[in-house]
């Protein structure tokens, strides 16, 4: 089975990003800090580490917080998700999934943002 991992995207700095790294240390789950350049990589080679021989181009940053979780067990999913809730870590979250696992971290992001829209939800840039 993969190694679990908890990918992470801000395009600012985040008080809560040493708490995240706690958190994964606490369960066992690795952390991984994603930079921009790492926007238009497909999740499930930025879940396992892999990268391109091919420099990435950096494009626009995306406006928010990003977590993905790669690989977790649904007992750590869950455990991971409370300990969040706690902290009151507000950003996008997603599960990597056969469906988006070839997809950019880009890609992930309109897709989370879509379905905000529908379900009601307010861009945090939004006043």
């Not at 809730?85 to 943002?113: D, F, H, M």
Request: proline share 9%; hydrophobic share 40%; aromatic share 8%.
């Amino acid at each position: 089975m993969p190694t679990p991992v908890i990918l992470f995207y801000s395009p600012t700095p985040q008080a809560y990003t040493p708490k995240l790294f706690q958190l994964c240390a606490v369960q066992s789950v690795k952390f991984r800090r994603l930079e921009s350049g790492d926007l238009d990589r497909a999740l499930l080679s930025l879940s396992q580490a892999f990268h391109s021989a091919e420099p990435c181009l950096e494009g626009e940053a995306l406006p928010e917080p990003l977590l993905i979780f790669c690989h977790l067990s649904p007992r750590q999913l869950d455990r991971a998700l409370a300990s969040l809730r706690k902290l009151r870590v507000s950003c996008l979250k997603a599960v990597l999934t056969p469906t988006n696992a070839q997809w950019t971290l880009r890609e992930l992001y309109g897709e989370l943002c879509k379905e905000r829209s529908q379900l009601g939800g307010v861009h945090s840039s939004q006043p």
